[in-house]
T-cell receptor, first 111, second 112 residues
């Protein structure tokens, strides 16, 4: 059974600081997705990582995938308040985008 | 493009009632999925489809049926609603397994 675990589950940080969210998964996969969700809203796709060593960056967010370690990271650089949200990773363990989601990391960025 | 649309936005059912949650997309996406989101549990896949006429079960399919007669539509049917099905339901679509999923706005369902 594929399990996906994120840590931390809650993160409060100051503007301007850097931090990393970790996503570990239990079985082999080379497809991993990151999403953002604002309170009471739907999910927005951030990154699709399709191979070992994949790295993608958008603004202050950078995601990477290490399939051998079964680990993806979402790094936040010089955080700003607008990045406050819940971040989810999801793993495609079987193909066909049959995704298993992590529990989510609720990120709060304080001025 | 309207993207992924879901109706209704809110619904209250009594235990034992049945209903259909509607999902449609106008992006000609082959892949469509239904998820439920419960507090503290992330999203869980209910059913998914890789094209018209093709559906398969996800992680939590019991109590739900789907069909995919057209590329655009992917309705989710609750056969006999139970309080455990109280949740927020999201529909998503994508071009394929290597592509990002686009999510609908969600349906908040309460079963009394």
């Amino acid at each position: 059974e594929l399990k996906v675990e994120q840590n931390p589950l809650f993160l409060s940080m100051q503007e301007g600081k850097n931090y990393t969210i970790y996503c570990n998964y239990s079985t082999t996969s080379d497809r991993l997705y990151w999403y953002r969700q604002d309170p009471g809203k739907s999910l927005e796709s951030l990154f699709v990582l399709l191979s070992n060593g994949a790295v993608k960056q958008e603004g202050r967010l950078m995601a990477s995938l290490d399939t051998k370690a079964r680990l993806s990271t979402l790094h936040i650089t010089a955080a700003v308040h607008d990045l406050s949200a819940t971040y989810f990773c999801a793993v495609d363990g079987w193909g066909a985008q049959k995704l298993v989601f992590g529990q989510g990391t609720r990120l709060t960025i304080n001025p | 493009n309207a993207g992924v649309t879901q109706t209704p936005k809110f619904q209250v059912l009594k235990t034992g009632q049945s209903m259909t949650l509607q999902c449609a997309q106008d992006m000609n996406h082959e892949y469509m999925s239904w998820y439920r989101q419960d507090p503290g549990m992330g999203l869980r896949l209910i059913h998914y489809s890789v094209g018209a006429g093709i559906t398969d079960q996800g992680e939590v399919p019991n109590g739900y049926n789907v069909s995919r007669s057209t590329t655009e539509d992917f309705p989710l049917r609750l056969l006999s609603a139970a309080p455990s099905q109280t949740s927020v339901y999201f529909c998503a679509s994508s071009y394929g397994r290597d592509n990002e999923q686009f999510f609908g706005p969600g349906t908040r369902l309460t079963v009394l």
